[in-house]
């Protein structure tokens, strides 16, 4: 994505786009004619993130241009292209603004916030970093809400997992800890365990409280693909799915201290895998 130099400058991008995630971002199993609105969403989250993970700005600056951003998705000032673009898309599909509004929510903590009391502060912040984008494609496809908590699942379970995979560089470079502090402390571990070259056995027991309470949202998400009414939509939740709980399996086998946990090129062939099973026969690929 290219900075777009319009509103003040309110772009800091950090040049990441759709090709460094972990998971698919408006992937070809997403319909054609939804793909530029999913596009336009994703710019608008990676663009407002970038803002919050900023090194060069202080906090007060990163809020100011989040706020902007706000300002320009409802209508209430001009803003940057990526704000605008999305207001366009949201009025053309009839989605609520609700949805990117609550990412600036956590964007604005990342911007100001470095460490997380508990599990339910973590998930507070999960609901407005996460959720939000499974609620935007659910919305955007016209799909029932009873889907909503098995998609926000699934949302949390993937923010919680990229969050372990990242310990080490949201610290170091952020000076940003998402593990929760009292679980830290009771397990005799500090925040700064993070920087060491291994996880240290007290460090290791927080990671897996953690992958321990992604379980049974794991498998909360995994009754998501049957309640969709889109069959492209559902597959790419099965896809979704099954790489989270591949990515949890690696996290709770592998160090993340030691070096950065990654999904394998296996990882994501028996995800497509599943993902088309759903496509050919839907019964078979959802059961």
Known sequence: MQADNTADGVLAPSGKGAADENFPVGSILIARRLRPHVARFYAFARGTDDIADAPHLTPEEKVVRLDACGAALRGEAAGPEMALRLRESLAETGVPVKHPLDLLVAFRQDAVKGRYADWADLMDYCAHSADPVGAYLLDLHGEDASAK?????????LQVVNH?????????TLDRCYLPQDWLAEEGAV????????????????????LAECAPMLDAADRLPPLLKSRRLAA??????VLARRLAGRLSRQDPIAGRVKLSKLDFAVAALRGLSVLLNPLRGLS
Not at 149 to 157: E, G, M, Y
Request: glycine share 0%; charged share 30%; hydrophobic share 45%.
């Open 191 to 210: 925040t700064e365990d993070v920087l060491a070259d291994a996880a240290s056995p007290a460090l290791r027991r927080v990671i897996d409280r953690m």
């Open 164 to 172: 372990l995979q990242d310990l080490k560089d949201d610290l170091r």
């Open 149 to 157: 908590p098995a998609s926000n699942a699934l949302c949390t379970v």
């Open 236 to 241: 790419e939740a099965r896809v979704i799915c």
